[in-house]
């Protein structure tokens, strides 16, 4: 089975500081690892991807992923917060060896405080 | 490039009606994905079709189902509503993998479902 955990729904961050938002996952193979964002009424833009090779993935505006297979996680980070960065980040993930379709986590909503 | 587009934007229904979404993907994606997303409980996947086939389903009853037409543009059909049907359904579009092994969907704007 597969799943993905979003350990926080709120993350607050206050502008120009770093960023993380979490995610670990379960798959019973390797995995393939995604990053979406979604902002109010819209639907989810993808940020990033992790296929395979370096553990350290660069995506869209400024942000990143690392790779840990030991801690089965895939946190999202950005060196220097924006306020247009708060939105709704979802963490999903795929089988390899498995079906298309992803699988999503519950969601974290990101507030950028100036 | 024109994007993922879903049609209609909202739709209210009552409950034990019929509710038809349709979605067009991106020219030259030949898969597309439907998924629920209600409040708090993230995106469930409901459908993938791709080439015209329904190739996996997700952990939802019958009276959700759907179709791919040959111009690869797709419905989704959720029959008997219930009021927890309410909800926004994201439509995605992804091309064939190919070497890469995997791409990643493009998500439409939705379809803001809502069952009195």
């Known amino acids: 089975a597969q799943s993905v955990a979003q350990p926080e729904d709120q993350v607050n961050v206050a502008e120009g500081n770093p960023l993380t938002v979490k995610c670990t996952y379960s798959?019973?193979?390797?995995?393939?690892l995604f990053w979406y964002v979604q902002y109010p009424n819209r639907g989810l833009q993808f940020l990033l991807k992790?296929?395979?090779?370096?553990?350290l993935v660069k995506g869209s505006y400024g942000f990143e992923a690392e790779f840990n297979k030991s801690q089965t996680s895939f946190h999202l980070k950005k060196p220097s917060a924006l306020v247009s960065d708060s939105a709704l980040y979802f963490c999903a993930v795929r089988d390899r060896g498995g079906a298309n379709n992803l699988f999503f986590g519950t969601g974290t909503r990101l507030t950028v405080i100036p | 490039e024109a994007g993922v587009t879903q049609s209609p934007t909202h739709l209210i229904k009552t409950r034990g009606q019929q509710a038809t979404l349709r979605c067009s993907p991106i020219?030259?994606?030949?898969?597309v994905y439907w998924y629920q997303q209600a409040l708090g409980l993230g995106l469930q996947f409901l459908l993938w079709y791709d080439e015209g086939e329904e190739r996996n389903r997700g952990n939802f009853p019958p009276r959700f189902s759907g179709r791919q037409f040959p111009n690869y543009s797709s419905e989704l059909n959720v029959n008997a509503l219930e009021l927890e049907d309410s909800a926004l359904y994201l439509c995605a579009s992804s091309s064939a993998p190919g070497l890469a092994g995997v791409n990643e969907q493009f998500f439409g704007p939705g379809t803001r479902l809502t069952v009195l």
């Open positions: 798959v019973s193979g390797n995995p393939y």
């Open positions: 992790y296929i395979t090779g370096d553990n």
């Open positions: 020219s030259g994606h030949t898969s």
